[in-house]
């Protein structure tokens, strides 16, 4: 069984970085966050693959960086140059294998979620 919670999150004004820790107590070989705005579809953000490569949405690619600390076991999603429209829930998910990273369809296992808001 996979379990995963994210912490950090919170309130930034644009242009800031926050920094969301997500803890498992097992690493799958694909990890990855996705984020949710109220009446839209999940949107994959960053994905870690085979404990190596990563795949970002072309979005956030140069301002958001996905890493793992191992001896911690906690994925961590590092956001700068931040936006309004990052406004959203943030959802760490992991799964054993995967041909799409950043389809969120191809995830098994899901965090709570925790609410990123930037305001301009």
């Known amino acids: 069984q996979v379990q995963l919670v994210e912490f950090g999150g919170g309130s930034v004004q644009a242009g800031g970085l926050l920094r969301s820790p997500c803890a498992a107590l097992?690493?799958?070989?694909?990890m990855a966050w996705f984020r949710r705005v109220p009446g839209k579809e999940r949107e994959g953000v960053a994905a870690s693959v085979g404990y190596v490569a990563t795949r970002y949405a072309d979005s956030v690619k140069g301002r958001f960086t996905i890493s793992k600390d191992s001896a911690k076991s906690v994925l961590y999603l590092t956001m700068n140059t931040l936006k309004p429209e990052d406004t959203a829930m943030y959802y760490c998910a992991a799964a054993y294998y995967t041909t799409s990273p950043l389809n969120p369809g191809q995830y098994n296992y899901w965090g709570q979620g925790t609410q990123v808001t930037v305001s301009s």
């Open positions: 097992t690493y799958p070989p694909t």
